[in-house]
């Protein structure tokens, strides 16, 4: 099958150069025809990661789909020239996915986060979402890998979220994802966002691409993973000179 999206390359790491709306409707063709498919919300802190790592590059590489999660990955698009649409979130494309899950009855596993948060999410999604079918959920304190694939497997899911962060979550998927066919999706801190244990910017913080500011703000402690920030755009403005 050719690859359904246009690419645009951003430190070596191919984003797909299209919408919220029509990823989402491949993403549904995906699951429906029971494809494997491998996604990645990607932001400036997992491009420079994965730039002062080859073996977390070869894994971005080896994803079906790679998407502008972060303001900085669409501002690093349009200083090369190559711009994309819009961000395109691990968080909106989960509570999409689950809406379309709930009116099509669609499987899910879900991996990840502290037993007490999987614990709400699991009880938000039944409630918010009656016609998901929960497949399964594991908390991400686990150290039997092989055991945890074994009960994916077991449970037949069409999609599985999972949620231990990056690199560890794409680390994990790349290696079992041809295990199972199903979407296979890293969706970072977005158990929390769901449980509402880490409260997501409004709207108006958003709409004004302040996002991480507001996070910043909520948990100060983060402020030295935000250094990667101007890094990040000092080395895309060096690169879009020398294309000069």
């Known amino acids: 099958m050719s690859a359904p999206f246009d690419t645009v390359s951003i430190l070596n790491v191919s984003f797909i150069n299209t919408t919220n709306a029509a990823f989402i409707q491949q993403l549904q063709q995906d699951v429906t025809a029971h494809r494997n498919r491998f996604v990645v919300t990607a932001n400036p802190e997992i491009l420079m990661y994965a730039r002062e790592h080859p073996d977390y590059q070869r894994v971005l590489q080896r994803a079906d789909y790679v998407t502008p999660d972060g303001i900085g990955v669409i501002q690093g698009a349009q200083i090369l020239g190559t711009p994309l649409p819009e961000r395109i979130t691990g968080y909106d494309t989960l509570l999409k996915l689950l809406e379309w899950g709930s009116l099509t009855h669609q499987r899910i596993f879900l991996l990840g986060a502290k037993p007490a948060v999987l614990k709400t999410v699991v009880n938000k999604i039944k409630h918010d979402y009656p016609g998901v079918v929960l497949a399964g959920a594991r908390d991400g304190y686990f150290q039997d890998e092989a055991a945890v694939v074994t009960e994916i497997t077991a449970a037949k899911p069409d999609m599985v979220f999972v949620a231990t962060g990056f690199p560890k979550q794409e680390f994990f998927i790349a290696k ?50 935000m250094l990667v920030l101007p890094r990040y755009l000092r080395l895309i403005k060096k690169i879009a000179r020398q294309q000069r």
């Open 176 to 225: 079992y994802r041809e295990r199972y066919a199903a979407l296979w999706m890293g969706v970072g801190g977005s158990f929390d966002v769901l449980a509402g244990a880490v409260k997501r910017a409004p709207k108006f913080w958003q709409k004004h691409h302040v996002e991480w500011l507001y996070r910043l703000i909520q948990e100060p402690s983060r402020y030295k993973r």
